[in-house]
């Protein structure tokens, strides 16, 4: 009893090449997504920790916070949007900065003296604290 074979690929044989796509898929999907908001976290946390630099050398000059990245002289990333504030900026006894990114939901912190809480996030003072927005 002889099989007649022509080499070419069963359906069943299909199917379980196209399963096998799939399960690879649903892994790499979710980690090349984690691995997307990794590098965009770590981007607003370099920003942020420029921003605490800069901060710690404008109060040694001026007695004060900058209230502004321009008064600062940092010029950030086209990708992240910096803000900074806080009630202790004119009388030196604090501030606080949010970056945030322009492509996604991310926002990190950070703060110092009497504003270390931002949107009801306490941060403490010299660290970056992140966050990702719901939608």
Same mark, same amino acid.
């Given at each position: %009893? $002889?099989?007649?074979?022509?080499?070419?690929?069963?359906?069943?044989?299909? *199917?379980?090449?196209?399963? #096998? #796509?799939?399960?690879?898929?649903?892994?790499? #999907?979710?980690?090349?997504?984690?691995? =997307?908001? +990794?590098?965009? #976290?770590? *981007?607003? +946390?370099?920003?942020?920790?420029?921003?605490?630099?800069?901060?710690?050398?404008?109060?040694?000059?001026?007695? =004060?916070?900058? @209230? $502004?990245?321009?008064?600062?002289?940092?010029?950030?990333?086209?990708?992240?949007?910096?803000?900074? !504030?806080?009630?202790?900026? !004119?009388?030196?006894?604090?501030?606080?900065?949010? @970056?945030?990114?322009?492509?996604?939901?991310?926002? /990190?912190?950070?703060?110092? !003296? $009497?504003?270390?809480?931002?949107? $009801?996030?306490?941060?403490?003072?010299?660290?970056?604290? /992140? =966050?990702? %927005?719901? +939608?």
């Amino acid at each position: %009893m $002889s099989r007649n074979t022509t080499g070419a690929i069963s359906l069943i044989e299909l *199917l379980i090449i196209v399963v #096998i #796509i799939g399960l690879l898929l649903s892994i790499a #999907i979710p980690w090349m997504s984690g691995r =997307r908001d +990794r590098e965009t #976290i770590d *981007l607003l +946390r370099g920003e942020l920790n420029r921003v605490v630099e800069a901060q710690q050398t404008y109060f040694g000059a001026h007695q =004060r916070f900058a @209230a $502004s990245t321009e008064e600062l002289q940092v010029v950030a990333n086209p990708a992240v949007t910096i803000t900074i !504030g806080g009630s202790g900026l !004119g009388d030196g006894t604090g501030w606080n900065a949010v @970056a945030r990114s322009t492509d996604e939901e991310l926002t /990190c912190y950070a703060g110092f !003296g $009497s504003d270390t809480v931002v949107n $009801s996030i306490v941060v403490l003072p010299g660290q970056v604290t /992140c =966050r990702k %927005m719901d +939608r």
